[in-house]
Each structure stands twice: as C-alpha cells, then as structure tokens.
C-alpha cells in the first residue's frame, strides 16, 4: 500500500484544506471545536474511552485552524480601525487648547 502523504503531494493537500476551511468563519471553527471537546468529555463519562480520547485529539487541531483564523479576522479588524481613525482631521480650540475631531 502506497503512502498518501508524502513530500510531493503534500503542498497539494495544504491547499485542499485551506480553499475547503477558507469560506467557513472562524467562530464556527471554534464552535465546532467547543463541541468536540464535549463530545468527548460525554463519551468519557459514559465509558467509551478509547472514542473519547480519538475525538478529543481531533479537537486540538481544530482549535489551532479556529485560532488562526480568528486572529487574521481581530488583526484585519483592528487595522481597519486605525486606518479610519488616521483619517480624522485634529484641529485644536483656541480657546481652550483642546483637541477636536472632524470626521
């Protein structure tokens, strides 16, 4: 049986995987990775450890894509505030000495 997951087609399967996981929000990751960890505390409970412990591990990953995306989303997010906020002219009162901002 042929190894599927070599040096070569590697590059190939990371792109498979973020074009699949690129429309599909990061909280949904993280949310489907919230339920995995319950999933596997519940088959804990009920005895089913050896499933629980599989789909625990799955969880782990899922955490890091959901992570990982979230954070591209707060960087973006965040840049687009301070770029709206570069904008905004500062003139100062006379009077009083204080700033005013103008949109």
């Given amino acids: 049986m042929e190894n599927l997951i070599n040096e070569e087609n590697l590059e190939e399967i990371r792109n498979l995987i973020e074009d699949k996981i690129a429309n599909i929000p990061g909280?949904?990751?993280l949310y489907g990775a919230?339920?995995?960890l319950l999933l596997s505390t519940y088959l804990d409970?009920?005895?089913?450890?050896d499933l629980a412990s599989f789909v625990g591990k799955l969880s782990i990953p899922i955490i890091g894509?959901?992570?990982a995306k979230y954070k591209d989303v707060i960087k973006s997010s965040?840049?687009?505030h301070l770029e709206s906020d570069d904008t905004k002219e500062v003139k100062q009162d006379i009077t009083t000495h204080t700033p005013i901002l103008n949109s």
């Fill in 27 to 29: 909280h949904y990751i």
């Fill in 34 to 36: 919230l339920g995995s």
């Fill in 45 to 49: 409970n009920i005895g089913k450890k």
């Fill in 65 to 67: 894509i959901g992570l």
């Fill in 78 to 80: 965040i840049e687009n």
